[in-house]
């Protein structure tokens, strides 16, 4: 569906620096059905004339294309093409914004930023984490391969960062519970996805494994070394009974307070 020869057409593309496949593609964990994801790191202006040119030669209909930003601040852009029937994602990707954000990694600084598409909130070092994951397909200069081989090495200063951002759990279950004492259900359920959220991060940090998505994140951090056994279960139960009382809200709360402690010690 991706082959050598698109990679390197939109490589020549102004301002593209590098293309890479991202995504469970290549993580190699995807389904038939999976789609594309392709990452067109760029620096300065990009020229998206140029790339509507290359998309209108391989879709099938007609392509929208955005200007960098058009999705957000943080997922910066792109399109979404069908090839052959296929879903084919093309995402931009800020290169030297990329370089900035490895390197509060390396410090233990992150971010969490509103970001459409992310309920959780789009956590800055995912663009080190891609990078990690990804299979550059054109590059030039040889940037984007050497920044691939720095972040195979997780930082421990961000895994520590993670693991002591899990005071935040705590915070949202006692805010939680004031909800769950009027009934609340909507507000104790938003804040049960952000604690969730907080120690899947938690435990990724931990582990050093890079989390680049809340998609499929519970399953992930359940398969993690160190995550309490069947992590991955009580987490979801949280979600499928919530509850509507004050006396339901409250007993999902405690499971999810025996939750956190056993992630956070």
Not at 215 to 221: C, H, N, T
Request: proline share 4%; with cysteine.
């Amino acid at each position: 569906m991706i082959d050598d020869e698109l990679a390197d057409r939109l490589c020549a593309v102004d301002g593209v620096v590098a293309v890479a496949l991202g995504g469970s593609r290549a993580r190699g964990d995807h389904r038939p059905d999976s789609d594309w994801d392709l990452g067109l790191y760029y620096r300065g202006r990009l020229d998206v004339a140029g790339l509507r040119a290359v998309a209108a030669t391989v879709a099938d209909g007609t392509v929208d294309l955005t200007a960098p930003g058009g999705w957000g601040p943080w997922v910066d852009g792109g399109g979404w093409l069908r090839v052959g029937g296929v879903a084919v994602d093309w995402i931009y990707r800020d290169l030297d914004r990329v370089h900035a954000v490895w390197d509060d990694c390396r410090a233990g600084r992150y971010t969490v930023g509103v970001q459409a598409g992310h309920p959780l909130g789009f956590y800055s070092h995912a663009y080190a984490g891609e990078v990690a994951l990804s299979r550059p397909l054109a590059d030039p200069t040889g940037e984007l391969s050497a920044l691939r081989a720095e972040t195979l090495a997780y930082p421990s200063a961000l895994g520590a960062a993670l693991v002591a951002g899990g005071w935040e759990a705590g915070f949202l279950l006692d805010g939680a519970a004031k909800g769950a004492a009027g009934g609340d259900a909507g507000y104790v359920a938003g804040c049960l996805f952000r604690v969730v959220g907080v120690l899947v991060h938690a435990l990724h940090g931990r582990a050093g494994r890079w989390l680049v998505n809340e998609k499929g994140m519970i399953a992930s951090a359940g398969r993690l070394p160190g995550a309490p056994p069947d992590f991955a279960r009580r987490a979801q139960a949280l979600f499928g009974a919530v509850g509507r009382t004050p006396a339901e809200l409250a007993r999902t709360l405690a499971d999810a307070r025996r939750l956190a402690a056993d992630v956070l010690g």
